[in-house]
């Protein structure tokens, strides 16, 4: 299971930090990722960390400003999101690659998935 926790209203040019536990299976080697779904659009790609938390991936529209991190002391993925904007409102969703494909970008990669935490940017 994943749980994502952290969202919430926040004014443009805010931060706000993500978090997403997991359990029910090995976290420890499983690539993580999260993915977002704004109103009437598609769910997409925001970030990526492999199991190692040696190297992480972002979507152009999210590099610089946002940040994925995770301790597997923990089980625990976060995002940190700063200099958010109303484009940024949005379901935010963790998920776990535990196959670790290397489709990183795409949904299909991801095995589990969180709940989803919403994010409110006002402008």
């Known amino acids: 299971q994943l749980q994502a926790s952290g969202g919430g209203l926040v004014q443009a040019g805010g931060s706000l930090r993500l978090s997403c536990a997991a359990s029910?299976?090995?976290?420890?080697?499983?690539?993580m990722g999260w993915f977002r779904q704004a109103p009437g659009k598609e769910r997409e790609f925001v970030a990526a960390?492999?199991?190692?938390?040696?190297?992480?991936y972002y979507a152009d529209f999210v590099k610089g400003r946002f940040a994925i991190s995770r301790d597997n002391a923990k089980n625990t993925v976060y995002l940190q999101m700063n200099s958010l904007n109303s484009d940024d409102t949005a379901v935010y969703y963790c998920?776990?690659?535990?196959?670790?494909?290397?489709?990183?970008?795409?949904?299909?990669?991801?095995?589990?998935w969180g709940q989803g935490t919403l994010v409110t940017v006002s402008s």
């Open positions: 998920a776990a690659n535990a196959r670790r494909l290397g489709a990183r970008t795409y949904a299909y990669a991801y095995d589990y």
């Open positions: 029910g299976f090995t976290f420890s080697s499983s690539d």
């Open positions: 960390i492999p199991w190692t938390g040696d190297v992480t």
